[in-house]
């Protein structure tokens, strides 16, 4: 309820500032060389503040992704808002929605929310920018990786509809009433992810830097959404253990254990990366078939412990 509160409010919040930018353009007839000239610095307040919305709902979502991703009734959601693909990527996991523009343009199962609004605001697909003009938006003299004028036609069609599934969610998460199987199910779904996450990171610019072929992920790197995530997940690990206590105080133990250990494990990455390491591509295999190996094996003991309380798992 929180995350999801917090996920409709910084929504909300790009929302309003995509609809600033919407008619500040629309005021110029989207004359893009025309607003730039002319309203620099309004157009900076406007899309710095839009950035700082997505970067604030990333770990807002990312906190409560394990619950959401991880239970069936709700799964739904995550691949619309954070892990579904265009259907021009393949065929499962297509995110189920055709977005329509304010102009009347639509975009065919284009991808999920967190994706489509990152794209256009770091700029990472030149069909959502307006490529002809280089903005520096921070105003440090240069102009950085990231710093891109939107299509305001397309942001605004964006942030609409992601404002619109984050308040449908939050009156879902309403209404939800978490049984035992919903808490197993999403430890055991969502803890052994950890080697597609650390590929994702693999392919990403904080890896990859410019030779990154991966679109997204350039606002946030792949390990703080996998430590929101085990966060979120330790939360839920917390209500179940004491069902855990009552048959196998050992394995209840262990199970805490390996999961904190998990989340340091990615943590301390994490920091380095921080601090100005970098990693190469053989670094992230070779830490995420660690974290896998560890995930796997915690999933399991949490398989064993739903065995013997008689909880279903639904996978």
């Given at each position: 309820?929180?995350?999801?509160?917090?996920?409709?409010?910084?929504?909300?919040?790009?929302?309003?500032?995509?609809d600033?930018?919407?008619?500040?353009?629309?005021t110029?007839?989207?004359?893009?060389?025309?607003?730039?000239?002319?309203?620099?610095q309004?157009?900076?307040?406007i899309?710095?503040?839009?950035k700082?919305?997505?970067?604030?709902?990333?770990?807002a979502?990312?906190?409560?992704e394990?619950?959401?991703?991880?239970?069936p009734s709700?799964?739904?959601?995550?691949?619309d808002?954070?892990?579904?693909?265009?259907?021009?990527e393949?065929?499962?996991?297509?995110?189920?929605?055709?977005?329509?523009?304010?102009?009347?343009?639509?975009?065919?199962k284009?991808g999920?929310y967190f994706?489509?609004?990152?794209?256009?605001?770091?700029?990472?697909?030149?069909?959502?920018?307006?490529?002809q003009i280089k903005?520096?938006?921070?105003?440090?003299?240069?102009?950085?990786?990231g710093?891109?004028l939107?299509?305001?036609?397309?942001?605004?069609?964006?942030?609409?509809?992601?404002?619109g599934?984050?308040?449908?969610l939050?009156?879902?998460?309403?209404?939800?009433?978490?049984?035992?199987?919903d808490?197993?199910?999403?430890?055991?779904?969502?803890?052994?992810?950890?080697?597609?996450?650390?590929?994702?990171?693999?392919e990403?610019r904080?890896?990859?830097?410019?030779?990154?072929?991966?679109?997204?992920?350039?606002?946030?790197?792949?390990?703080?959404?996998?430590?929101?995530?085990?966060?979120?997940?330790?939360v839920?690990?917390?209500?179940v253990?004491?069902m855990i206590?009552?048959i196998?105080?050992?394995?209840?133990?262990?199970i805490?254990t390996?999961?904190?250990g998990?989340?340091?494990?990615?943590?301390?990455?994490?920091?380095k990366?921080?601090?100005?390491?970098r990693?190469?591509?053989?670094?992230?295999?070779?830490?995420?078939?660690e974290?896998?190996n560890?995930?796997?094996a915690?999933?399991?003991?949490?398989?064993?412990?739903?065995?013997?309380?008689?909880?279903?798992?639904?996978?």
């Amino acid at each position: 309820m929180e995350k999801s509160t917090e996920l409709r409010d910084h929504t909300a919040s790009l929302k309003q500032h995509a609809d600033e930018y919407y008619e500040l353009a629309k005021t110029y007839q989207f004359d893009y060389n025309a607003l730039w000239t002319k309203e620099q610095q309004k157009v900076r307040d406007i899309l710095q503040k839009a950035k700082s919305d997505f970067l604030a709902a990333n770990p807002a979502y990312e906190l409560m992704e394990g619950i959401v991703a991880g239970v069936p009734s709700l799964a739904h959601y995550d691949i619309d808002i954070d892990a579904g693909i265009s259907a021009e990527e393949g065929t499962e996991d297509v995110v189920s929605f055709d977005l329509k523009l304010p102009d009347g343009k639509t975009l065919e199962k284009p991808g999920n929310y967190f994706y489509l609004a990152e794209l256009t605001l770091w700029g990472t697909n030149p069909e959502w920018i307006i490529p002809q003009i280089k903005p520096d938006l921070d105003g440090n003299g240069q102009v950085d990786f990231g710093e891109v004028l939107p299509d305001a036609n397309v942001l605004k069609g964006i942030s609409d509809a992601f404002a619109g599934i984050s308040a449908q969610l939050l009156e879902d998460a309403k209404k939800w009433k978490p049984t035992p199987s919903d808490a197993f199910t999403a430890l055991v779904v969502m803890i052994p992810t950890m080697e597609e996450y650390f590929q994702a990171w693999k392919e990403s610019r904080f890896v990859s830097g410019d030779q990154a072929e991966s679109k997204q992920f350039v606002a946030v790197s792949r390990l703080q959404d996998i430590t929101d995530i085990l966060a979120g997940l330790q939360v839920v690990y917390k209500h179940v253990r004491p069902m855990i206590d009552k048959i196998d105080a050992n394995q209840a133990n262990q199970i805490e254990t390996d999961l904190s250990g998990l989340r340091t494990f990615v943590s301390e990455i994490l920091t380095k990366e921080k601090a100005g390491n970098r990693f190469t591509a053989e670094d992230a295999d070779m830490l995420g078939a660690e974290a896998q190996n560890r995930a796997t094996a915690i999933a399991g003991q949490v398989t064993q412990a739903a065995a013997k309380l008689n909880v279903k798992i639904e996978v």
